[in-house]
């Protein structure tokens, strides 16, 4: 079940099916994850050029079992439109809220529709309050596209996107699980924002610069973990 297992400081990373390892860990304050989306993106045209959408076949279009959720009480997930209406359903007697990320630089391909300058986070909570600023309250995040770390992941998120989602889902020091940690982000924004983490991945090459990535993040000079970190400017993370 567990092929690998390697703590890092405050992180903790697991190589292995997280719809089997996540229903066993403990003390989880939240989930925040991005797990593979309902999509098709094999598409042809200068969709089938591009070779992140080529990398991407059984990743992003095969969705996931929104049951791994279930057992958590307090958990932010990312998602299609197709997928808000599940999400909203998983939540269930949970307090939720419908939170998006605004890209004020999408790629420029309609097909005769919006442009995808949207993406959708879930956020289901029962511990009666959010955390963070007033700013990090906002249902809106205005960022960029294109502010990757990593590089090596197609669907890696702004590492600043994920910080905002930490300060609200829990507190500092508290921990956070990610079932699909891909290369590690939200690792890295729960480093960056006092908070101790859990990763799950079952592929092995992102598993590995997920490793690669907590160690450089680990090895820079940090304040202590009760401590809180200076939070941005609200232009910084609301204004493109």
Not at 14 to 37: K, N, Q, S
Not at 91 to 103: E, S
Not at 225 to 240: C, E, G, I, S, V
């Given at each position: 079940?567990?092929?690998?297992?390697?703590?890092?400081?405050?992180?903790?990373?697991?190589?292995?099916?997280?719809?089997?390892?996540?229903?066993?860990?403990?003390?989880?304050?939240?989930?925040?994850?991005?797990?593979?989306?309902?999509?098709?993106?094999?598409?042809?045209?200068?969709?089938?050029?591009?070779?992140?959408?080529?990398?991407?076949?059984?990743?992003?279009?095969?969705?996931?079992?929104?049951?791994?959720?279930?057992?958590?009480?307090?958990?932010?997930?990312?998602?299609?439109?197709?997928?808000?209406?599940?999400?909203?359903?998983?939540?269930?007697?949970?307090?939720?809220?419908?939170?998006?990320?605004?890209?004020?630089?999408?790629?420029?391909?309609?097909?005769?529709?919006?442009?995808?300058?949207?993406?959708?986070?879930?956020?289901?909570?029962?511990?009666?309050?959010?955390?963070?600023?007033?700013?990090?309250?906002?249902?809106?995040?205005?960022?960029?596209?294109?502010?990757?770390?990593?590089?090596?992941?197609?669907?890696?998120?702004?590492?600043?996107?994920?910080?905002?989602?930490?300060?609200?889902?829990?507190?500092?020091?508290?921990?956070?699980?990610?079932?699909?940690?891909?290369?590690?982000?939200?690792?890295?924004?729960?480093?960056?924002?006092?908070r101790r983490?859990?990763?799950?991945?079952?592929?092995?090459?992102h598993f590995?610069?997920?490793?690669?990535?907590?160690?450089?993040?680990l090895a820079?000079?940090?304040?202590?973990?009760?401590?809180?970190?200076?939070?941005?400017?609200?232009?910084?993370?609301?204004?493109?």
């Open positions: 079940m567990i092929h690998e297992d390697i703590t890092i400081g405050p992180v903790r990373l697991i190589r292995g099916d997280c719809t089997l390892i996540a229903p066993t860990l403990e003390g989880v304050d939240a989930v925040i994850t991005d797990p593979p989306y309902e999509i098709v993106a094999s598409g042809g045209g200068i969709l089938a050029t591009r070779k992140v959408y080529q990398q991407t076949e059984g990743f992003t279009d095969c969705g996931f079992d929104y049951g791994i959720l279930d057992r958590f009480r307090n958990w932010v997930c990312f998602g299609t439109l197709k997928q808000v209406p599940k999400l909203m359903q998983a939540a269930g007697d949970r307090r939720h809220m419908l939170i998006t990320w605004n890209k004020p630089n999408p790629c420029p391909l309609v097909c005769g529709n919006y442009l995808p300058d949207t993406e959708y986070i879930v956020h289901a909570w029962t511990n009666g309050c959010l955390y963070g600023t007033a700013q990090d309250k906002a249902r809106f995040i205005v960022h960029r596209v294109g502010d990757k770390e990593d590089g090596t992941h197609p669907n890696e998120k702004p590492v600043r996107v994920m910080e905002k989602l930490c300060r609200t889902a829990c507190d500092n020091g508290q921990l956070i699980l990610d079932p699909y940690m891909g290369s590690g982000t939200t690792l890295i924004a729960s480093i960056r924002t006092g983490a859990i990763g799950i991945e079952i592929d092995e090459r590995r610069t997920a490793v690669e990535r907590v160690r450089r993040e820079q000079p940090t304040l202590p973990m009760d401590t809180p970190k200076p939070q941005p400017k609200p232009q910084d993370l609301f204004a493109a």
